[in-house]
């Protein structure tokens, strides 16, 4: 072929209109199937990692993303400033803003999914007990899926935790998403939680989990408690690479039924 000096219009025009090379449907078919893809609507899984505060990150939270992404589900990780540059209440306030960012700059989120472990699960459920009208916008969380936290801060105040998270009382009060658990209004009340604990997670963890999930059901919650064996408070979080995982498997059908 020559150079396109040498084309005429017409032959120009055919080189620069890809919709015309399509081997699978017509010009104008191709175009339009294409924007639908384009402009569809999607869920969204939003991960927040654990690490009691103070350690692990956002780039190592992408396990989960093969299993959800190949079912059509964009994932995202949240990432917070850990202790000790972090303190609690900063951290708490950069996931609800990171949240509000997210819904403002992707206009074609179709429900949000969020997901915490460990301490991300206690900041997944501080989120869920948000007032968003300092935010300008309410976010469609549609479930939430919270695994092994901790719910109640009290109890960690004189352990080696708070070393580097130097929590006063007054702190670790207005951080327990059990003493923060709102009334379900009705976006609340769309939303699914499951709460998720370990068989060899502590007595403590399993406790707490237990109490927070009866906290949201007394309040109007839709919730479930899931007490998973065989795994501990690692693995729990660490099979949901795996597709055919039963906590992968429940967070699949959830959004599913959304």
Same mark, same amino acid.
């Given at each position: 072929?020559?150079?396109?000096?040498d084309m005429d219009l017409e032959e120009l025009e055919k080189q620069y209109s890809p919709s015309r090379w399509s081997r699978r449907m017509d010009s104008e078919s191709v175009i339009q199937a294409h924007i639908d893809v384009m402009t569809a609507a999607f869920p969204v899984f939003v991960y927040i990692h654990g690490g009691y505060w103070q350690c692990l990150s956002k780039d190592a939270s @992408?396990? =989960? =993303?093969? =299993?959800l992404l190949s079912q059509g589900v964009a994932v995202v990780a949240m990432g917070y400033d850990i202790a000790p540059k972090g303190h609690m209440d900063a951290m708490v306030l950069q996931v609800r803003r990171s949240l509000a960012f997210l819904v403002k700059q992707y206009h074609r989120i179709r429900g949000i999914y969020l997901c @915490?472990?460990? =301490? @991300?699960a206690h900041l997944a459920a501080m989120v869920l007990s948000t007032d968003w009208t300092e935010f300008g916008v309410v976010p469609d969380i549609r479930g939430a899926v919270l695994v092994s936290g901790v719910y109640d801060l009290e109890p960690l105040l004189q352990?080696?935790?708070n070393d580097a998270l130097n929590m006063s009382l007054e702190v670790a009060q207005r951080n327990s998403p059990i003493l923060c658990v709102t009334q379900a209004v009705p976006v609340a009340a769309s939303c699914e939680v499951l709460v998720a604990v370990a068989q060899h997670d502590s007595p403590e963890f399993r406790r707490q989990s237990q109490e927070y999930s009866q906290a949201l059901r007394s309040a109007g919650w839709s919730v479930s408690l899931l007490d998973l064996a065989s795994v501990d408070h690692f693995d729990i979080i660490e099979k949901l690479s795996e597709e055919t995982y039963v906590l992968t498997q429940v967070i699949l059908n959830m959004i599913a039924r959304a």
């Open positions: 072929m020559g150079r396109w000096q @992408g396990f =989960a =993303a093969p =299993a @915490g472990h460990s =301490a @991300g352990t080696y935790v």
